[in-house]
Every structure is written in C-alpha cells, then in structure tokens.
C-alpha cells in the first residue's frame, strides 16, 4: 500500500530531515460514500480470498507427496493468485475507508485428493456468486472501479473453477 505514504523533505533546518505522513483515507472524507453493507462485502471477499490461498498453497505441498507434480504447481500458481486477489481488494477496501480483515474464511485442506479438488470447486462457486453481487453492489453505489475490479478477478475465479472441474473429470476416466 505504497500509494498512501507521502515523504516530505523539512528544509527549513537544513538537517534534509524526512518526514513521513500516512495519508489515512478514513480521515480525509471524500470516500465516505462507500456503504457499511459495501464494505462488508469487500471483507468476505477478502476473508475468503486469504481462505483459499492457504487452501491451495497446503494442497499443492499434499499434491508434491504423489505422483502428480504437474497439477501440484498449478495449485501454487492459483494460490499466489488468489493473494493478489486478496491484496488488490483491500488495496480497494483501504481506499474507501474500510480496515482490511485478518480472519480467513474456514479453510478446508481436504484429506483424501479427490475431496480436495470438491473443496476447491465449491471455493470457487462461493467466490463466483459473492462477486457477482458484489458487482451488483458496486453499481447501485455508482461505484465503477470496484465492478471494474471485480470483473477482473471474477474472470480468474471462472478459470480456477474451470481448472478444477476438468481435474476432476480427468481424475473419474481413470
Ligand atoms: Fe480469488
Ligand atoms: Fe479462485
């Protein structure tokens, strides 16, 4: 969240002195518009994209253990994916003057592969509907930066579950 601080140089003693001021949106109006029921949505997002990056993050170190090595990367490239999402919404939640979560959703690792992969898709069918309303939110509050973001995110939501279901579909043939 780089964007919000500002460095001043103080000149005036001539020591070069840096002064750094945190630009606090939550004190500074104008974002106010934003609806608590927004916000709150932005946070199960939030929460939810926390849940799944560990999800997969620990699914692709289970995956390693067999002898699926070629799926067990595509579980790390998902995770570190859904952290960006995750990253990007609060940057937006921040924004508006909201405070970030910390709480993931449930995580649910799964034991057995193939339950791991059901964990997944229904992961991911939460997360297509919440941002579907989301976007539904973001334009009755005239807000198109966040439908904008969510469109973005939302299509790499429609990717995962897409990836995850042709897993499993692979997995039944054999
Ligand atoms: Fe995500
Ligand atoms: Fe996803």
Do not use: C
Not at 1 to 20: C, F, N, P, Q, Y
Not at 52 to 81: L, N
Not at 121 to 129: G, V
């Amino acid at each position: 969240m780089g964007g919000h601080v500002i460095l001043r140089t103080d000149r005036s003693e001539g020591r070069g002195k840096v002064a750094v001021a945190y630009r606090d949106p939550h004190k500074h109006g104008g974002m106010n518009l934003t609806s608590q029921k927004l916000k709150d949505l932005l946070n199960a997002a939030i929460a939810r994209e926390v849940q799944v990056s560990v999800q997969y993050m620990w699914q692709h170190v289970q995956w390693m253990g067999v002898d699926h090595y070629a799926v067990s990367d595509k579980f790390r490239d998902i995770a570190v994916e859904e952290m960006k999402h995750a990253e990007k919404i609060a940057e937006r939640l921040w924004y508006l003057g909201g405070v970030p979560t910390t709480k993931p959703a449930p995580i649910n690792v799964g034991g057995e592969l193939w339950e791991m992969v059901d964990n997944d898709i229904k992961a991911e069918l939460e997360a297509i509907s919440l941002y579907k309303k989301i976007e539904k939110a973001a334009d009755a509050e005239a807000d198109p930066t966040t439908r904008f973001i969510f469109e973005e995110i939302l299509e790499q939501e429609e990717d995962h579950h897409d990836f995850f279901t042709s897993l499993k579909e692979k997995g039944k043939k054999k």
